[in-house]
């Protein structure tokens, strides 16, 4: 029923809100956390259920189970030493002979392995170069060839140091039996490097030995023979050696 006088009412007004208004109404907020940490005790609170804290912190085994034992890790056996390994040189292996001729003694390579022919050709060219030097072209041997290694095994030692004293100590015997002598003549490879104590280099050249004295290195005669070349060298060094013998006759 309308009023008299009254002002006309707005039908507007008697709308509902809109949404947007509504949610601009001021709410109340929640404590912060940090105003809730303040308000709480400083003890920490008891669990609400300590007996299931209680049961985390311990492990109860299953039925049936067996507890596990922690296994050791195996220590490692100590590692042997090592030894170092001995190198075997295999022994040297020549045929040596040994002759006096006048004031020198000759310690000759065998190229066949056996002693001398009178028609070999190596001794041939021994004969000739005993001529060339004033020497008595017929040497006389003096004991058995010595055969290097003395044994075919076992358990000596065979080696090259080994060869080199026992072909010195021979030498030296001999000499000591056969009286002075002016010049030894190592004749061959084996001779100049076992009772020389020297090389091929060594060749045409006088060595000094100790305790067989003054030595003179020839290459070996079926060398001279395969390559003749070498006999001028020879010649030449033959000519200044020549003086030890001439001068002791």
């Known amino acids: 029923m309308d009023l008299p006088f009254a002002a006309p009412s707005r039908p507007e007004l008697l709308a509902p809100l809109p949404v947007e208004e ?18 709480a005790p400083a003890a920490a609170p008891a ?36 030894q170092a390994k001995v190198e075997l040189v295999p022994p040297p292996r020549f045929s040596l002979q040994l002759l006096r001729a006048g004031s020198c003694l000759l310690l000759v390579e065998l190229p066949t392995g056996e002693p001398f022919q009178s028609r070999d050709p190596a001794y041939l060219l021994l004969k000739d170069l005993l001529r060339a030097a004033g020497l008595p072209d017929s040497p006389q041997i003096l004991g058995e060839p010595v055969r290097w290694p003395l044994l075919a095994g076992g358990s000596l030692d065979q080696g090259p140091d080994a060869a080199r004293d026992f072909l010195q100590g021979f030498v030296g015997a001999r000499l000591e039996e056969s009286g002075a002598c002016a010049c030894l003549w190592l004749v061959g490879l084996p001779a100049v490097r076992f009772a020389g ?50 001068n002791a006759e």
């Open 47 to 82: 669990d609400a259920n300590p007996t299931a804290s209680l049961r985390a912190r311990i492990e109860v085994p299953r039925p049936g189970s067996a507890p596990r034992l922690a296994v050791q890790p195996e220590a490692e056996p100590e590692a042997e030493p090592v």
């Open 197 to 246: 104590e020297a090389d091929a280099g060594a060749y045409n050249r006088e060595l000094q030995v100790e305790g067989l004295g003054a030595a003179w290195a020839l290459p070996g005669l079926e060398l001279l023979m395969d390559e003749p070349e070498r006999k001028g060298e020879l010649w030449h060094a033959m000519r200044r050696v020549m003086r030890r013998w001439k």
């Open 22 to 39: 509504l949610e601009d109404t001021p709410t109340v907020a929640a404590p912060s956390a940090a105003v809730a940490s303040t308000a």
